[in-house]
């Protein structure tokens, strides 16, 4: 598999090689994975022989909404208010 | 016969337009990590309280303070202009028309929110703002509305996207900006993940946690964090270029377009052409509202429109977004439905509301609209931009083949001549769009039949 084939990423709003989207910062592979590269290759066979299982779900539970991740990281800062 | 019309500087809109005063039903609220509404006191730490009003706000116009009219006058009113090269070329009889953000200094319409961040943040004695970005047309234009507003401007780009694009680094230096390769060494988010792996190529949401804690890490109190996308106050700034269009339609002789076409990736630059179209629909008018977005799958299904009532690892309720669905190994996806999770609210709730009609287009007929496009009107226009070119091309041959007069007004977003890389690798062939049997892609399609969807609302 040539992991140099490029893709438009979505969410830098550029052009990355499929090697990107199967490490991106410190995910095992990136959430859209599947979205992206489902007509071109067979993602789930792929993801299959290549990830555990609870990889396969952490990687591909649902996205944190951005103003929650936001939050998030404010709370493991230790500057999140509580709610009045 | 005019081919585009300029408002003059005492004719453009006075108040932004807020969308949420006006949609049938009210958008969800977002959610903290707790799965509890969030207050607008937490978001204090990184937002001034005028920013966290706006975004709470039921207010339907808000006022455009003066000082941000007076930097919006150096490239506002944008132009509207009649597409005849490109309608003469598709042999339509379609009126086209393209409302151009790229005149901006950034070349897009990023800064339109930019500079009412920048100074709604001096007001309030802030003097530094972090953000986030990818591609960096994000990044570039808040280094420019800061350097506005004699602001600070710290952006943490990724780091793939720091080392593609070299010149947004330029762009951002040149308006003052400090931009920072993501993960640095700058933040302890950066360096924990340096530690771990040190040759990553970074993501967004590293970029976000070291823009986040720059920001609230400040012991002066006097740096906060901007954002882009997504957010309804980003939404609220931008929909002065869908009352700029109106106004500039008008004088062209259009009372309502038949089509608004504005591509959609966080959804600001959609919801600033469309939501003021958006009001006029529900109030009666009969137009058809399109956010186009990119797909690699060649049907239109939508995704479900659901709080994620928690994941595999048991977190906690999520916002209210156009989302898959949370089986832990989702079937393929996906398409026409807005599905991205970066989407803002207030445009999925105008999908949920059925008062615009997501569509997705593939990436080969994107770059052929913009290639078309180029050649004809002259303009290289974005990535993102050209989804919105390639639909409105699409409703420009609708209408030929029904030998209509449709009005049909697009976004131009933004101007491509910063990501050249993707149409180089258009005309040398290189993209691609589909390697799969569509019978093989159609199996798969099968497979999200019968997912569950929360109902609309009454």
Redesign the interface.
């Known amino acids: 598999m040539d992991k140099n084939q490029e893709i438009y990423c979505r969410k830098l709003g550029h052009h990355v090689p499929l090697a990107y989207c199967l490490a991106p910062g410190q995910d095992v592979f990136c959430s859209s994975f599947r979205d992206c590269w489902f007509a071109r290759m067979d993602v789930d066979g792929f993801l299959e022989e290549n990830y555990t299982l609870q990889q396969r779900e952490e990687a591909l539970k649902p996205s944190t909404p951005k103003v929650t991740g936001i939050m998030a990281v404010l709370e493991r800062l230790g500057a999140l208010a509580q709610p009045e | 016969m005019p081919v585009k019309m300029i408002l003059s500087e005492d004719e453009m809109p006075r108040q932004w337009y807020n969308l949420a005063a006006d949609l049938p039903t009210p958008i969800l609220p977002?959610?903290?990590?707790d799965g509890?509404?969030?207050?607008p006191?937490?978001m204090?730490?990184?937002f001034p309280m005028s920013l966290i009003e706006q975004e709470m706000s039921q207010a339907r116009e808000i006022a455009i303070p003066e000082r941000v009219l007076e930097i919006l006058y150096r490239w506002r009113p944008s132009p509207l202009h009649r597409a005849v090269a490109l309608e003469k070329a598709l042999g339509t009889p379609a009126k086209i028309y393209y409302k151009n953000e790229s005149v901006s200094p950034a070349g897009s319409h990023k800064p339109n929110t930019a500079v009412a961040q920048a100074y709604y943040n001096k007001e309030a004695g802030i003097e530094r703002l972090t953000t986030e970005t990818?591609?960096g047309?994000w990044g570039s234009a808040l280094s420019y509305a800061c350097s506005q507003m004699n602001l600070e401007c710290k952006v943490f780009m990724?780091k793939?996207?720091f080392d593609?694009?070299p010149f947004r680094k330029v762009m951002m230096e040149t308006w003052g900006g400090q931009c920072i390769a993501s993960?640095s060494t700058e933040t302890q988010?950066g360096r924990d993940?340096l530690a771990?792996?040190p040759d990553?190529?970074?993501?967004?949401?590293?970029a976000?946690?070291e823009a986040?804690?720059a920001a609230?890490?400040d012991p002066t109190g006097k740096t906060k964090?901007a954002?882009g996308?997504?957010?309804n106050h980003v939404m609220l700034h931008q929909t002065i270029i869908g009352q700029e269009t109106k106004k500039q339609l008008a004088l062209f002789g259009v009372k309502n377009p038949d089509v608004v076409i504005g591509c959609a990736?966080g959804g600001s630059n959609f919801a600033g052409l469309a939501f003021p179209f958006v009001r006029d629909k529900i109030n009666g008018a009969d137009i058809e509202i399109i956010p186009v977005?990119?797909a690699?799958?060649?049907t239109m299904t939508g995704g479900s429109y659901t709080y994620?009532i928690g994941?595999?690892?048991g977190?906690t309720p999520?916002?209210a977004?156009h989302?898959?669905?949370?089986n832990?190994?989702?079937p393929?996806?996906?398409a026409g439905g807005l599905?991205?999770?970066?989407m803002s609210p207030l445009v999925s709730q105008a999908v949920i509301e059925g008062l615009i009609t997501p569509q997705a287009i593939h990436?080969l007929e994107c770059y052929d609209a913009a290639i078309t496009f180029a050649r004809t009107e002259g303009i290289i226009v974005a990535?993102?931009s050209s989804h919105a070119v390639a639909s409105a091309i699409r409703e420009a041959k609708k209408a030929k083949e029904e030998g209509k007069e449709k009005t049909i007004v697009f976004g131009l977003s933004g101007h491509g001549l910063m990501?050249l890389?993707?149409y180089q690798?258009y005309m040398a062939g290189?993209l691609?769009?589909?390697?799969?049997p569509r019978e093989v892609?159609q199996e798969?399609l099968t497979k999200i039949e019968g997912f569950p969807k929360i109902p609309v609302r009454a």
Request: net charge negative; proline share 11%; aromatic share 6%.
């Open positions: 977002y959610l903290g990590p509890n509404p969030v207050t006191d937490m204090a730490p990184i990818g591609a047309q990724v793939i996207s593609q694009k993960p988010a993940i771990q792996f990553t190529p970074g993501s967004l949401g590293i976000i946690s986040v804690e609230v890490s964090y954002l996308s997504v957010l990736g977005e990119p690699s799958c060649p994620d994941d595999m690892s977190m999520l916002m977004m989302t898959l669905g949370h832990f190994v989702p393929p996806i996906h599905r991205y999770h970066g990436q990535p993102e990501d890389k993707g690798a290189e691609a769009d589909y390697a799969l892609i798969n």
